[in-house]
């Protein structure tokens, strides 16, 4: 059966969680069943390639106004389990991302990534993606 691109509901999270963890494994099952629903309260959205059971690749991403980009659509999760690298759901995913950006008036497409995931970084590049900046930031609880 071949895979097709749906929108997640809080329903899906138990078949979400396995693809979720490869980009976030600081995460338990608990804190994702915990999490999920509070960003999807928040106006995240999570898409995703796969069949009844099983997620194979998903994106989480979010509407942001920002005064340096206008509307922009955030990407803040594209990862596809590593047992199905290579097949082009990231990149059906990104396009379709893509399309619903231009197709609802968006002003900027925007995502971070980080330095470690070269092959990610060729999918970004590949697909008309330019590199605009570092992000920089810290987590609280480790300033010193």
Do not use: C
């Amino acid at each position: 059966m071949t895979p097709w691109i749906q929108e997640a509901g809080v329903q899906d999270i138990s078949k979400l969680i396995p693809v979720l963890k490869v980009l976030r494994p600081h995460l338990s099952d608990h804190d994702l069943f915990q999490l999920v629903p509070l960003l999807f309260e928040e106006g995240y959205r999570l898409i995703y390639m796969g069949d009844e059971e099983n997620a194979y690749s998903a994106a989480g991403f979010r509407t942001m106004n920002f005064l340096f980009s206008g509307k922009t659509l955030y990407i803040d999760d594209l990862v596809t389990l590593p047992e199905h690298h290579k097949k082009g759901y990231a990149s059906s995913l990104l396009n379709w991302l893509k399309t619903y950006a231009m197709e609802n008036q968006y002003d900027h497409f925007s995502l971070d990534s980080g330095f470690q995931r070269k092959d990610a970084h060729r999918l970004y590049l590949s697909s008309g993606l330019e590199m605009e900046g570092f992000h920089i930031g810290k987590k609280l609880s480790s300033w010193k």
